[in-house]
């Protein structure tokens, strides 16, 4: 008997060890908080690490872009002699040399100018494009965690409502008791439930979509349980507007519009003469003297009509194409500024009107209808229809929030964060 106390007191001390770890295990869990999700996409993006590698790429082509071509080195015999007594010797003939020295291009210095800058303006599109990359790249993770954010939360909407839905069901099972309510109307309580859950489940789709968004982004990361609220994203209209041509799309377009005139810089530069030198030790028979010479080269541009004429040409419309399409995009900006700014304000003042009338009024009407089906004043679909009313109020409520959180967040990392 002892022994089996012993055991069994023991087994109660490991069952409390166990439930012991278990919450502490728990309580060390992870949670996604909307700044840890910014922080572990700019990290583990793979966008984010291929615009960082294209970046260093471009960068360690700068240094090498204006420097000289390797110098040639020079080997080989002149006049060797192939046919009498002589032939095929290396040193009787006094005219037999056996030549080694050097040869070097030189570019012209516009050429190389013009390579250089290119190689700086191709970094400038490198750092442009990261940093367009990267602002997408938090934008895109900021508005899949707040679609996780609110899709759960019309989920716990829904949890709230399991109780009130059981209470009516209480009401009508106490009327029907007392004889003041037909069985058929406890199906119609059911019927209530059974909707609910149906919108439950599409609720929580929503949520299982959301959360595969947010992992395309965060990795696993993204099924851990979100804690903390959505932050608010603090918009000056005016600045938005000074701040227009800041746009992260736009600085690229920029950046490749002086990439492209570099380009042109470049074109124009082929017209210039290269040159090149060279340097020759000649040695000879020891009965003969070693020689040396000293030669220079220089390319003759005499076909420039046809060969760099062209090449000009076709990189000054690339450089037209390039700062149309900037035109282009500035006017598409322009227009969704104006839009979004638009439609933040009819969202703001929808969500005002939803907060501090429509629900209020539908709670109301709600307790009012129940109230009167009570009393025998009403019927049951009644209350239903006052119930649902304020269910679908409720849900826009948090569908408007969404709404006002999703473009906010557009707006913020277009114009305001892509300065910071």
Request: proline residues 4%; glycine residues 4%.
């Amino acid at each position: 008997m002892t022994a089996f106390l012993f055991a069994r007191r023991a087994g109660k001390g490991v069952m409390a060890a166990v439930l012991w770890l278990s919450l502490a295990t728990g309580a060390q869990a992870e949670t996604l908080s909307f700044a840890r999700a910014q922080v572990l996409a700019q990290q583990d993006a793979p966008e984010n690490l291929a615009r960082q590698a294209q970046l260093e790429s471009a960068q360690f082509s700068v240094e090498p872009a204006d420097a000289l071509p390797d110098p040639q080195l020079i080997l080989g015999v002149d006049n060797v002699p192939v046919e009498g007594a002589d032939r095929y010797s290396l040193n009787q003939d006094f005219m037999t040399m056996r030549r080694i020295g050097l040869m070097q291009e030189v570019p012209n210095s516009d050429k190389r100018k013009a390579r250089r800058s290119l190689a700086v303006a191709t970094v400038g599109v490198a750092e442009a494009e990261q940093r367009e990359m990267l602002l997408q790249t938090r934008r895109q993770t900021a508005l899949n965690w707040l679609n996780v954010y609110y899709a759960e939360h019309s989920v716990a909407l829904f949890d709230q409502l399991d109780l009130q839905i059981s209470l009516l069901r209480a009401t009508v099972q106490s009327l029907i008791a007392g004889g003041s309510a037909s069985p058929t109307e406890l199906l119609q309580a059911d019927e209530l439930a059974l909707t609910l859950e149906d919108r439950r489940d599409q609720l929580q789709r929503d949520v299982a979509v959301a959360r595969a968004a947010l992992r395309r982004w965060i990795g696993a990361a993204a099924t851990e349980p979100l804690v903390g609220n959505p932050p608010v994203f603090q918009l000056s209209v005016p600045q938005l507007h000074q701040r227009l041509h800041e746009h992260p799309e736009l600085n690229a377009a920029n950046a490749r519009v002086g990439e492209a005139n570099a380009a042109l810089a470049e074109a124009i530069a082929e017209k210039t003469p290269d040159w090149g030198v060279g340097f020759v030790y000649s040695n000879r028979a020891p009965q003969f003297g070693d020689m040396v010479s000293l030669q220079f080269t220089f390319d003759l541009p005499m076909f420039v009509g046809s060969r760099q004429g062209p090449t000009i040409k076709a990189r000054q419309q690339s450089v037209a194409q390039l700062e149309a399409e900037q035109e282009v995009l500035l006017r598409e900006h322009a227009a969704e500024l104006e839009s979004g700014l638009a439609e933040l304000e009819q969202l703001h003042k929808a969500l005002t009107r939803t907060e501090k009338s429509l629900i209020p009024l539908a709670s109301q009407r709600a307790e009012l209808e129940l109230a009167a089906y009570k009393a025998g004043n009403r019927q049951l679909s009644t209350v239903i229809n006052s119930r649902t009313a304020l269910i679908e109020a409720q849900l826009r409520e948090i569908e408007l929030k969404r709404q006002v959180s999703e473009l906010s967040a557009n707006l913020y990392y277009a114009y305001v964060e892509s300065l910071q």
